[in-house]
C-alpha cells in the first residue's frame, strides 16, 4: 500500500454528538435533559470544549442511541483505528487540502502495474496532480462515489490527462463524460473486481465501490465509502437520516468483517474496527 500521512479523524466528539442530536431529533436542552447534565455542558462539547466525564458520555450514548464504548473512545481522545495490512493490490490514497480537513481518493492497481483504477478525483486535476504516484501512468476507469465538487472536481480533465476510457458514476445524476451505475454493478479490470452498492443518504444519490482480487479470493477487500462511513463517524445525513444509516448497516454486513473501509476523509480503517466501535452502529 502506498503511504497515508492522516492519522486525525475526519469528525471529534462534537461533530459526532451534532449528528447524533440531528439522528434522533432531538434539540440541545431536552438531549442534555434527558441523560442528566446541564446544557451548557453538552453545548461546549458540541463546540469542542468538552470535558464531560466518561459517565456523562454513557448517558448521552443511551439518549442519542448512539455506541457507547466508541463514542467514550472519543471523548477520551483514544478511538482506536487497525493496522492496515495483507491487500492483494497497491493503493495510493491521495489526501487532498479541503476547507480545514482534507479529501481523499483512492487509486488502486495490480502489484507492479502502472495502470489503475481512480475513485473520487478530489478537488481538482492540479491537487489530484500534486498527489499523484509516480508509478501509475494511466488509469482504466474512475468511479465517483458522488458528485460534490470535493469529490468529483474536474472528472473529464483527470480522464484525458491520465488516460481512462471511462467513469461511472451513481445513478440518478448527470455528470459529463460519466455512466450512471446502481447496486449490483460489477466491472472487472485485469484481475481487480469493482460491485457497486446504492448508499443514499449522505445524498439523494451515491455508491461504495467494494474492490477484490480474482487472485487471491482469500485476500483483504476494500471499501471505498465516500461519505457512507468514516473512521469513528458516518456522514452528515443531508438527505435522508434513515436511508443512510439502513445502507450503513446494509452494506458493512455484507462484507467480509476484514475489508478495509477507505473513506472520503479521515484515515483508513476496516468493517471489524467499525462494527465495534463506530458511535453510529448500535
Not at 115 to 121: I, R, S
Not at 208 to 231: H, K
Amino acid at each position: 500500500m502506498g503511504a497515508y500521512p492522516l492519522t486525525l479523524l475526519e469528525d471529534e466528539l462534537g461533530d459526532v454528538l451534532e449528528k447524533g442530536l440531528r439522528q434522533a431529533g432531538l434539540d440541545e436542552g431536552t438531549a442534555a435533559d434527558r441523560a442528566g447534565i446541564p446544557e451548557n455542558r453538552l453545548r461546549d462539547a458540541i463546540d469542542y470544549r468538552s470535558d464531560l466525564t466518561m459517565d456523562e458520555l454513557r448517558r448521552l450514548a443511551g439518549v442519542l442511541a448512539l455506541n457507547e464504548v466508541g463514542l467514550c473512545a472519543l471523548g477520551s481522545g483514544r478511538y482506536p483505528l487497525p493496522e492496515i495490512e495483507g491487500l492483494p493490490f497497491v493503493v495510493w490514497p491521495l489526501a487532498m487540502a479541503h476547507g480545514i480537513g482534507v479529501v481523499n481518493a483512492y487509486v488502486i492497481a495490480e502489484c507492479g502495474s502502472p495502470h489503475g483504477l481512480l475513485f473520487d478525483t478530489g478537488t481538482g486535476i492540479e491537487a489530484l496532480a500534486e498527489e499523484w504516484p509516480d508509478s501509475i501512468r494511466s488509469l482504466a476507469a474512475v468511479f465517483l462515489t458522488q458528485v460534490e465538487t470535493e469529490h468529483a472536481g474536474a472528472l473529464c480533465p483527470v480522464m484525458a490527462r491520465f488516460g481512462a476510457k471511462e467513469a461511472f458514476i451513481p445513478e440518478g445524476i448527470a455528470a459529463p463524460c460519466g455512466q450512471p451505475v446502481g447496486e449490483g454493478f460489477g466491472r472487472t479490470f485485469g484481475r481487480l473486481e469493482v460491485t457497486t452498492f446504492a448508499t443514499p443518504g449522505h445524498a439523494a444519490c451515491h455508491n461504495c465501490y467494494l474492490v477484490r482480487s480474482s487472485s487471491a479470493r482469500s485476500g483483504r477487500a476494500m471499501l471505498i465509502a465516500g461519505d457512507l462511513i468514516f473512521a469513528g463517524s458516518a456522514g452528515g445525513a443531508y438527505f435522508c437520516h434513515r436511508q443512510l444509516r439502513a445502507n450503513l448497516r446494509r452494506v458493512l454486513e455484507s462484507v467480509p468483517l476484514s475489508t478495509v473501509i477507505a473513506p472520503g476523509h479521515g484515515p483508513l480503517t476496516t468493517v471489524e474496527n467499525e462494527l465495534r466501535f463506530n458511535p453510529f452502529l448500535t
